[in-house]
């Protein structure tokens, strides 16, 4: 029994990064059969909604990165290690995400010439930043779940500090993050609409502009919305899986 | 056996948190191959006395040396000492998403640098010696306590160490799953490992052990080679006073 439920979530696991994978390449084939003003322009949904998706896997890789040091930041035993994680966190999670975006893409490169990018990364920059910031408090809290006498006891076997965190807390303090992680993670795909503000042609900004094209509001922005919810629905079954995958063991 | 050379120097140790002071200048030396069974109140001291041996709490002042490597400042001495010391605790502590196997071979593979199969193949031997073969590829969570505590006993000794320090290794335990794991550590006694015992098992206290230290307010009050002696007449009022009440208890 636990077997077949094990199987069907690695099933699950494979068949939502193959879904997700299809649902970007042939896209365009179902959309193209519908009538004006959703046919003709099905190659730019597909394009925009390819586009939303590297964004949200750039962003979120970073912002797991950053996630994980600025929650050890903020654990750190040395006092400027935890201001410069309290301040990063204070300031991205007090400030509008559509704020940073028009920072990093307008202020910096006012001050710093050199710091001029694309405007796709400038957006990856800028989002995952935001996304580090709320996943830097479910980590820490993930962190903090892990039971004190299990990390004693690896101390007392002679384990460093790096192997008890490596084995011992970071594996256990994942598990405990999944959930809220893959709901930052569904947040920052929904998120990154606000690219569009900087001139990233994803899938909220196509959308606009089929809309201004056609003057009609309805079906475009039905057919968005039907577009995100397939992808933020990949996702969520995608973490549901691995988190019961991952809760081998779970008291 | 009690006449092994002294493998553990405790000297004037202090610790103390705010207002309370657990350990109040205590003395003491442990000798290789002896089993100590340390009693007393709770609050007194014995278990802050096991976790300063392997450094869980840092002395605030004295001298506490182990197989000739000082406790102090240097963390390369800390964990010198932690590879030759295995604690077991009253919790278990098991690494909740490892197997009983990974549980058992993590620290060989990590600190010892083992290879998988060495490491494997001591953690089947220990856990044949625990009577747990059946049970290698399962999780902690599937275990019943008494199962549980004697898997954390078989972990501290694949790394194979020269001490065992138990801090109240039953008190956790359903009492029908007590026996299993004094039945181990028995087993263990007599195979001459050094043992230092916090415990309120008072028959196997008297069993087992070499010597028995009573501890009350972070003070040493009674120590006593002569357990049957100790047990039926201790010298010091408030270990009489303890004893008494642990056997209105039983």
Same mark, same amino acid.
Not at chain 2, 43 to 57: A, M, P
Not at chain 2, 166 to 177: G, H, K, Y
């Given at each position: 029994m636990i077997h077949k439920l094990k199987d069907r979530d690695a099933l699950i696991l494979v068949g939502s990064v193959l879904g997700l994978g299809l649902i970007l390449w042939l896209m365009a084939l179902p959309l193209a059969a519908l009538p004006a003003p959703i046919g003709p322009a099905a190659q730019q949904f597909s394009d925009g909604a390819l586009t939303t998706i590297e964004l949200t896997l750039w962003a979120s890789v970073f912002g797991l990165i950053l996630g994980v040091l600025a929650a050890l930041g903020?654990?750190?035993?040395?006092?400027?290690?935890?201001?410069?994680?309290?301040?990063?966190?204070?300031?991205?999670?007090?400030?509008?995400?559509?704020?940073?975006?028009?920072f990093f893409f307008l202020a910096l490169p006012a001050m710093v010439p050199q710091l001029r990018l694309s405007e796709f990364w400038t957006a990856v920059i800028a989002l995952s930043l935001n996304v580090g910031a709320y996943n830097a408090e479910v980590i820490r809290a993930g962190i903090n779940a892990v039971?004190?006498?299990?990390?004693?006891?690896a101390r007392s076997l002679g384990l460093s500090s790096l192997y008890t965190f490596w084995d011992i807390v970071l594996p256990q303090a994942v598990r405990i993050s999944l959930p809220p992680l893959a709901n930052n993670m569904v947040a920052l795909l929904k998120d990154s609409s606000l690219a569009y503000a900087i001139g990233v042609v994803e899938l909220s900004m196509a959308s606009s502009r089929v809309q201004a094209e056609s003057f009609q509001p309805v079906p475009v922005f039905i057919t968005v919305a039907v577009i995100y919810l397939l992808l933020t629905t990949t996702f969520t079954q995608f973490a549901a899986a691995l988190e019961r995958k991952l809760a081998v063991g779970k008291r | 056996m009690r006449d092994g050379k002294p493998i553990i120097h405790v000297e004037h140790v202090r610790k103390s948190w705010g207002a309370f002071t657990a350990l109040n200048g205590v003395s003491v030396t442990f000798k290789e191959g002896e089993v100590v069974c340390i009693i007393g109140p709770s609050?007194?001291?014995?278990?802050?006395?096991?976790?300063? #041996?392997?450094?869980?709490?840092k002395h605030d002042s004295g001298r506490i040396m182990v197989d000739g490597i000082e406790l102090d400042n240097d963390l390369k001495h800390i964990d010198a000492v932690r590879t030759e010391?295995?604690?077991?605790?009253?919790? /278990?502590?098991? /690494?909740?998403?490892?197997?009983?196997? %990974?549980?058992?071979?993590?620290?060989?593979?990590?600190?010892?640098?083992?290879? %998988?199969?060495?490491?494997?193949?001591?953690?089947?031997?220990?856990?044949?010696?625990v009577g747990l073969s059946a049970h290698a590829h399962k999780?902690?969570?599937?275990?019943?306590?008494?199962?549980?505590?004697?898997?954390? #006993?078989a972990r501290a000794l694949?790394?194979?160490?020269?001490?065992?320090? /138990? %801090?109240?290794?039953?008190?956790?335990? %359903?009492?029908?799953?007590?026996?299993?794991?004094?039945?181990v550590m028995r087993d263990l006694a007599r195979s001459g490992m050094t043992m230092l015992i916090v415990t309120h098992e008072m028959g196997f206290a008297r069993e087992v052990a070499d010597r028995v230290i009573f501890f009350d307010h972070g003070c040493i009050v009674e120590e006593s080679t002569d357990p049957q002696q100790f047990f039926s007449n201790p010298n010091h009022p408030r270990a009489q006073a303890f004893l008494k009440q642990i056997k209105h208890a039983a």
């Open positions: 903020k654990r750190s035993h040395l006092p400027p290690m935890r201001w410069l994680a309290d301040l990063y966190v204070w300031v991205v999670r007090g400030t509008p995400l559509l704020l940073q975006i028009l039971p004190l006498g299990q990390v004693e006891a | 609050g007194s001291g014995k278990s802050t006395l096991l976790r300063t #041996i392997n450094q869980l709490e010391v295995g604690m077991v605790f009253q919790s /278990f502590n098991l /690494f909740s998403h490892m197997t009983v196997l %990974d549980n058992i071979t993590l620290a060989p593979r990590r600190v010892r640098k083992w290879s %998988d199969e060495k490491a494997t193949q001591v953690a089947l031997e220990l856990l044949e010696r999780y902690p969570s599937q275990l019943s306590g008494g199962q549980q505590q004697r898997v954390a #006993i694949a790394m194979q160490p020269k001490i065992m320090l /138990f %801090d109240e290794p039953t008190s956790a335990l %359903d009492p029908e799953m007590v026996n299993e794991v004094l039945l």
